[in-house]
């Protein structure tokens, strides 16, 4: 399975900042995932990032508020912008498991504990 | 809508109690169900990948199961060490590639 880091584990900021995610894999991989994880709750899935093209967002999650970036086969950021505090989260990363059988499990990074003040 | 459902929200055994956490599901057609392990300020940590019923799969203390309709977490002899949420996914054959829908998961705490 893939080793995923992220950046930074955590950080504090303050309403209406942006906070840039970053998300290293020790692999090449196609596609990449970003989840936000509301205190208490479970994985809701914000985007998927290919490299090299638009990444795809989910219903109610916009570009202007979580731009992405997907520049190579190892690498993806994800930004939070004009933060509130409703943004307060665990953000994470992830990659699909690709062992050449179909399946379609995904392994994730430890997260970025977002508050927002 | 594809759902996925996870009981009970919580559970408290003592060390050794085994017992059962329970993945309901409601898809089109299933490509897989996954397990994870989360411990808490941390990403969830792959267990099982369950693709058709009657299939289980075992590892240490864990068996996971698979029917059309749920799947099954049993936990035997647990330790203290096993306390975690478990959460359960699929991956639905209707949604678009590589999505898979995330339960609410099973906060399982084991005392000594």
């Known amino acids: 399975s893939a080793v995923i880091s992220q950046k930074p584990s955590r950080d504090i900021c303050q309403r209406g900042t942006s906070l840039t995610i970053q998300c290293q894999v020790d692999?090449?991989?196609?596609?990449m995932f970003w989840y936000r994880q509301q205190p208490g709750q479970s994985l809701t899935l914000i985007a998927t990032a290919n490299q090299g093209s638009e990444a795809t967002y989910e219903s109610g999650f916009v570009i202007d508020k979580f731009p992405i970036s997907r520049p190579n086969l190892t690498f993806s950021t994800l930004t939070v912008s004009n933060m509130s505090p409703e943004d307060s989260s665990i953000y994470l990363c992830?990659?699909?498991?690709?062992?050449?059988?179909?399946?379609?499990?995904?392994?994730f990074g430890p997260g970025t504990r977002l508050t927002v003040t | 809508e594809d759902q996925v459902t996870q009981s009970p929200e919580a559970l408290r055994l003592q060390e050794g109690e085994s017992s059962s956490l329970n993945c309901s599901y409601t898809v089109s057609g299933l490509r897989g169900l996954f397990w994870y392990r989360q411990d808490p300020g941390k990403g969830p940590e792959f267990l099982f990948t369950?693709?058709?019923a009657g299939e289980e799969k075992e590892k240490e203390r864990l068996k996971a199961t698979l029917t059309k309709k749920e799947s099954f977490l049993h936990i035997t002899a647990p330790k203290p060490e096993d306390s975690a949420t478990y959460l359960c996914?699929?991956?639905?054959?209707?949604?678009?590639?590589?999505?898979?829908?995330f339960g609410s998961g099973t906060r399982l705490s084991i005392r000594p």
């Open positions: 992830s990659v699909e498991g690709g062992s050449g059988t179909g399946s379609y499990e995904q392994y």
């Open positions: 996914a699929v991956h639905p054959v209707s949604s678009s590639a590589s999505k898979i829908i």
């Open positions: 369950l693709y058709s």
């Open positions: 692999s090449q991989v196609t596609m």
